[in-house]
């Protein structure tokens, strides 16, 4: 019995050990958001990206407000457009329409994986990317 929960202590702990935890992953995206431009909004005049524990916030840098932020549990969706710009679709609504951020940043790919992993962590119910595929 010792042995088994010994394997399975090894196991557990591999696993976790490449696991990036919350601080690091927003501590990461707030490194990288230096990288974005083209920030928009369809709630707010926007130019700037901040990312929180709780929130992703975007504002105006000449008019720090108003802002809109939105929790990271309200992500539906978050899509590498091509062309270096992503779009993350919120649950929720502004003027009937889905609320969204879109921005350019070169180099998708990692920030995309930090985005998902972000909403994944804190309970985010997003639409499934191989949803449609065969």
Partial sequence: MKKLLTICLVIATAFSVNA????????????????????????????LLNFTDNQIKAYDPEHIEPESGWEWWQIKEIKDEGYSSITIIFDGQHAGKPSYITFSLSGNDQFVKALKHMATICGAKMIKDDLFKN
């Fill in 20 to 47: 990036q935890t919350k601080a690091e992953t927003i501590e990461w995206l707030n490194v990288k958001k230096a990288e974005v431009y083209n920030v928009y909004s369809n709630t707010v005049n926007a130019g």
